[in-house]
């Protein structure tokens, strides 16, 4: 197995924390080292108090790029701010430069939305023809919500309904670590509201995807924000081709997504505490009077984050994608 030497870029957000917990016991991991400016000297467990006795380092001001030249293998995840990794990426490769061969022999996955539709970088939904990852070196994490989506409307491309009509919701996390009105929690523990109603940013990649399969999918979503910290729950309705039941449906999204391990097909309505903490995407269908059903439950974290991150570097080395992955959340969540 390939051993890799990794460098997470804003590793004390939470998706740097989540990289960390997941990495640190990864087999094909030999080190792995974090930047973050205004932590520079703090343990890791200072802002990730579950990594405490478990996963040691510092916080690193800048990227140690004799460490990373040194590696026949480094790796660099961003989970840096969104806009970030794009405004710093010229200095990054500029400085990687300087060291022959290492930016050819660099994999670098990002988690924000700098790259996802830049045609230079590999667009990271892994249960989407997978095999795109494969030796990939620049790799454009999916964002949470558009991983809902499209793992809802992808098996629905060859039909191309007229119309689709979407409502997810997400916990506080999604908005990442930085305190702000919207994420603060007493305004938030005993509400639920909708936000940037039929314009959120996730909806170009979504649209992208499902474009490139000649589908200019009619798509009306709104997003709400939910009184809980991790996971997403969206519902995709739309008009169901002549023919179709429940069984029916269930056994074409069943078809589509067999041989993905994280993805699965559950009966009744999907769970985000089932999912919370894991690598795992529950998805339910449902059928009746010329009206489909798709509902999506998600660790916006983990799925819709950091662990579809590993999945991508898992697929990009060669490994089974399940590789320091396969665990089940707690239960409760």
Known sequence: MTQVDVLILGASGYGGGELLRWLSTHPAVKTLRGTARSHAGKPFHAQHPNLRGLVDGTFEATPDWEALA??????????????????????LEAAAKTHPGLLERLIVIDLST???????????????????????????????????????LLPLAQWQPAFVAVTAATG?????????????HPSRAHDFKAYKILGHQHEAEVLRTLASLGWEAPLSFVPQSAPMVRGIFATVQFPLPAGLD?????????????????????????????????????????????HGAILVALDNLGKGMATQAVQNLNLSLGLPEWTGLRSAGGWPA
């Not at 989970?79 to 990794?85: D, N, S, T």
């Not at 769970?271 to 059928?287: I, K, N």
């Open 70 to 91: 040194s590696s026949p293998a480094p790796v660099i995840f961003s989970a840096l701010p969104h806009g970030e990794l794009g405004k710093l990426w010229p200095e």
């Open 114 to 152: 700098d790259f996802r539709l830049d045609t230079a970088w590999v667009y990271g939904l892994v249960d989407w023809k997978p095999e795109r990852m494969a030796g990939a070196k620049r790799i454009a994490n999916p964002g949470c919500f558009a991983t809902a989506l499209q793992l809802a």
């Open 172 to 184: 506080s996390s999604g908005s990442g670590a930085a305190l702000s009105e919207t994420t603060h």
């Open 246 to 290: 429940t069984a029916a449906l269930k056994a074409h999204f069943e078809a589509f997504y067999q041989g993905r391990f994280f993805v699965r097909l559950v009966d009744g309505s999907p769970r985000v505490a089932a999912t919370v903490g894991s690598a795992f995407a529950e998805l339910a269908v449902a059928a009746k009077g010329g």
